[in-house]
C-alpha cells in the first residue's frame, strides 16, 4: 500500500492508500529535520502515530513531503526514520514545496505558493520544482504567512498599536505579555509555531479596519517580494496551498486580481489532491 505524508512545522498529515477502500487518514506533530533528530522523528511517530505504524507491514511505499526537507542530509535524516518503523517500504523523502506543486499543478506549469506556518513559492515546470531565493524561513523571511501575521499581531500588541476594543479583545483571549513573549520565543523550541498561533486571532475581527488592513499588507508583502521576483508570473496560474491562503482566500484573490496574477487552486491542505497525483502517476508508470 501507498502512504503520502505532507509535513508542516505544526503538523504532518498522513494520507494510506487502501485497495477497494476510502483513504485512512492520521495526523501527528511536524517532522522538520530542521528541529528534530531521526531519534526524536521515530519517538513522535511511535508515541503520536501508534495506529498508523501499525500498518507497517503493509505499507510498500512511503511518499514524504515536508517543510526542512530540501538538502540530502535532510532527506537522510526523515529516510533513516521511517526506514526504523517500516523496514518493508521503498521510501522517497522530499519538500514540501514538491508535495504541494504536485497536489496544485499537476503536470501542468505554474507557480506554487505555500501560505500555511510559513510562506515559500516555486516555480513547477510540470515535471520539476525550481525554488528562488526565497524560503528564508520566520526570522528572515516567511511574508504574508501565519508566522508573520501572528508576529505583527504580537508586536502590535505589545507597542499599543491596535485599536483599543481589539486590543481588550486580543488581551482577554490570550493574557500576554512582554516576558511570556520573549520566553516563548527566544527560550523555547519551535517559535514559528508559536507565532503562528496567533494568527487565527485574525478569523475573529476579520471585518475590521485593523484586520483588512493587516491582511492587505501581509498579502502584497508576499505578492512583491515572492511572486513579482518571477519576471513571466502573469503568464502562469498561481496556485496557493495552506491555512493563511484558504482562510482568507477573499481577500487574497482580490489582491492578486489587482496583480494581474492569474490564481489557479487555493487548497487549504495538500494531502488528498497529492495522493490522487502520485497514485495516478503510478499508475501511468
Known sequence: MIL?????SSKTDWLLAVPQQEPLPFRTGGLNPYFH????????????????????????EIYFFGAGC??????EILSNALSSLFPKA?????????????????SEKGLCCVLGTGSNISFFDGEDVHSGKHGLGYVLGDEGSGTWFGKALI??????????????????NYGLNKEIVINNVYQKPAANSYLASFAKFLNEIRTTEYC???????????????????????KYKCHFVGSIAYVFADELKALCAASNIQ???IIRQPI???LQFIVSRDARS
Open 212 to 234: 483588512q488592513s493587516l491582511l492587505s499588507r501581509g498579502f502584497m508583502e508576499f505578492i512583491e517580494t515572492d511572486i513579482h521576483s518571477y519576471p513571466q508570473y502573469h
Open 70 to 75: 530540501s538538502s540530502p542530509d535532510r532527506h
Open 263 to 265: 490564481v489557479g487552486k
Open 155 to 172: 508586536t502590535d500588541f505589545l507597542y499599543g498599536n491596535m485599536p483599543g476594543d481589539i486590543h481588550a479583545l486580543f488581551d482577554k
Open 4 to 8: 503520502v505524508a505532507d509535513s508542516g
Open 90 to 106: 521503498y521510501i522517497s523523502v522530499d519538500s514540501d514545496v514538491l508535495g504541494s506543486a504536485y497536489a496544485t499543478c499537476g
Open 272 to 274: 488528498f489532491d497529492l
Open 37 to 60: 533528530t531521526e531519534k526524536e522523528i521515530v519517538k513522535i511517530l511511535q508515541d503520536q502515530g501508534a495506529a498508523l505504524v501499525a500498518h507497517a507491514a503493509e505499507v510498500t
